[in-house]
């Protein structure tokens, strides 16, 4: 049986997704509206910016579905599927402020990409809102943090499967 828990935004995710929405699209209209606009650096810049802008979005998580041998993070296109068997530990996340952003969004589309500190290194997030964030550690080394609502119960349900 399969149990689906959404991800939400928080207040902070909603207010810095809607303000760099509104700079991205001011700057996409000046550069078209640009008196450089006949010059091909612009073009590029232009279409930088919506792939930049696009690409945050579509990896932007939707929900979390718990299955009988696995946990699926759905995001707007595409998956990241963990089997139950590669987890070696899933607990609470907390945010420090001491964590790096090696490449990735601080707020846009959630806290997504590939961060890093000092007590778990380098980690994929898919975050929505940080005050239901929880860390997966898998056994080869590598370390995702999601959210979902529902945080408590997701925990406990993976921890019943893999101990």
Request: aromatic share 12%.
């Amino acid at each position: 049986m399969t149990r689906k828990f959404n991800v939400k935004w928080s207040l902070a995710v909603k207010i810095i997704t809607a303000v760099c929405a509104v700079v991205l699209i001011a700057a996409e209209i000046s550069l078209i509206n640009s008196i450089f606009s006949d010059n091909n650096i612009w073009r590029i810049v232009a279409v930088f910016l919506i792939a930049v802008a696009l690409g945050f979005i579509l990896v932007a998580p939707v929900s979390i579905q718990i299955a009988d041998d696995h946990i699926l993070l759905k995001r707007v296109l595409g998956k990241v599927v963990i089997y139950f068997d590669n987890i070696e530990k899933i607990e609470y996340y907390r945010h420090s402020k001491h964590d790096i952003r090696v490449f990735g969004s601080g707020g846009y589309g959630g806290y997504l990409g590939v961060f890093s500190n000092a007590q778990i290194g380098k980690y994929s997030a898919y975050v929505g809102n940080l005050s239901q964030a929880f860390l997966i550690q898998l056994k080869n080394g590598k370390n995702y943090v999601f959210s979902c609502e529902n945080r408590d119960f997701v925990i406990e349900t993976i921890n019943n499967k893999i101990l």
